[in-house]
């Protein structure tokens, strides 16, 4: 099976005192958490209020917007970090997406790509992400630009992400 290519797209620094910036990244991050493979549900009222004040308060936060003409049709919110063994800046993707009517057909990497320039202006050792292990798709793209599973030592072990939620 062949993909077509999806032409006249373009990736921008999302500025979220805009907005249409503002519009469009609350309608893909809607769009995001009502994909199956996201949980299905969509963002609460609450996080539609507050997801733009709190990224724009996040002082080490990078926004991009994917657009086909003057549509969104994807988006990926990164956050600088800091490798302690490097002693050098990382950026992780908090989240990636890309609207199902243009998944496969480049606009991934191409936000992928925009957030390796950023990581590499911003002089990062690396840049990191999470991603479910039965998402063939994605991981098969992460593995096509370059990542891989964490492992460490000579043993190489793989590393889990864990998280302890606070309510």
Avoid at 25 to 36: E, F, I, N
Avoid at 104 to 119: D, N, P, T, V
Avoid at 131 to 152: H, I, Q, T, W
Wanted: with cysteine; glycine share 6%; proline share 4%.
């Amino acid at each position: 099976m062949t993909t077509e290519r999806v032409t006249n797209v373009t990736i921008v620094d999302a500025d979220l005192s805009r907005a249409d910036h503002q519009n469009a990244l609350v309608k893909m991050l809607d769009a995001y958490m009502r994909d199956p493979m996201e949980g299905g549900e969509p963002p609460s009222e609450h996080v539609k209020r507050d997801l733009v004040p709190g990224l724009r308060a996040h002082p080490a936060c990078h926004v991009f917007l994917a657009y086909r003409d003057d549509l969104a049709v994807g988006f990926s919110i990164c956050f600088l970090g800091f490798s302690t063994f490097l002693a050098r800046p990382l950026l992780n993707i908090h989240d990636i997406f890309v609207d199902l009517s243009v998944r496969g057909r480049g606009i991934g990497a191409m936000l992928l790509k925009r957030i390796e320039s950023r990581a590499r202006d911003l002089n990062c050792c690396r840049i990191t992400l999470e991603v479910r292990e039965d998402n063939r798709v994605a991981r098969g793209l992460y593995r096509k630009v370059g990542f891989d599973r964490v492992v460490v030592g000579e043993d190489r072990i793989a590393l889990e992400f864990w998280h302890k939620p606070l309510t």
